[in-house]
């Protein structure tokens, strides 16, 4: 927010809750609304209307500017990996063996595709355990699902992506 806009935005909340704060006053809520933009002043103002009954503290006031800050943007997946969701690992299920056969267990494997899979490298890949078929299946599921996600969703996305990834991988190519 420019200084001008926000010395506009500050006299109408002063104005409506009848009080006068100093200049090192101001400048403080003035370094608190820098992530706010001009267009968005309006929207801050009835905020914290809503919100403070009294004149509001620096910190009601820096937690209200919080909540209006645009951190929720569109991800860009170029440095996304669909095969892991960027967990490094792939989530698999295979049956037991004999005599617990009918017992399906969960395992990981590394994933051969990203940089997180390196910090795994004592475990199997998961190339060593399926073939690169598999690998593009789970890689075109999640790219359908999770492409397009904000960042404010990627960790439910994370944890949807590897309930699925045992889902295919269990059901379809478990043994």
């Known amino acids: 927010m420019t200084k001008k806009r926000f010395q506009e935005f500050l ?3 002063c104005n409506q809750y009848n009080r006068q704060i100093d200049e090192m006053a101001s400048n403080a809520y003035f370094e ?7 267009e968005d002043a ?12 009294y004149f509001p503290s620096l910190v009601e006031f820096k937690e209200i500017v919080s909540m209006n800050k645009k951190d929720v943007v569109p991800l860009k997946n170029t440095q996304r ?4 969701m ?3 690992t792939i989530a698999y299920t295979k049956k037991g063996v004999p005599p617990f056969q009918d017992y399906p267990y969960t395992y990981r494997a590394r994933c051969p595709m990203c940089n997180n899979g390196k910090l795994y490298s004592s475990w199997i890949s998961f190339d060593q355990v399926f073939d690169q078929k598999v690998l593009e299946e789970i890689k075109q599921k999640n790219i ?3 492409g397009s996600i904000t960042v404010s969703q990627e960790k439910a996305a994370q944890i949807a992506a590897r309930a699925y990834q045992k889902q295919i991988v269990g059901g ?4």
């Open 172 to 175: 379809k190519y478990g043994n």
């Open 42 to 53: 309006r929207k801050l103002y009835n905020d914290v209307l809503g919100n403070c009954k």
């Open 86 to 88: 960027d967990a490094g």
């Open 144 to 146: 359908e699902r999770f």
């Open 11 to 13: 006299s109408y909340l």
């Open 32 to 38: 608190a609304a820098q992530g706010i933009a001009d």
């Open 81 to 84: 990996c669909f095969y892991c």
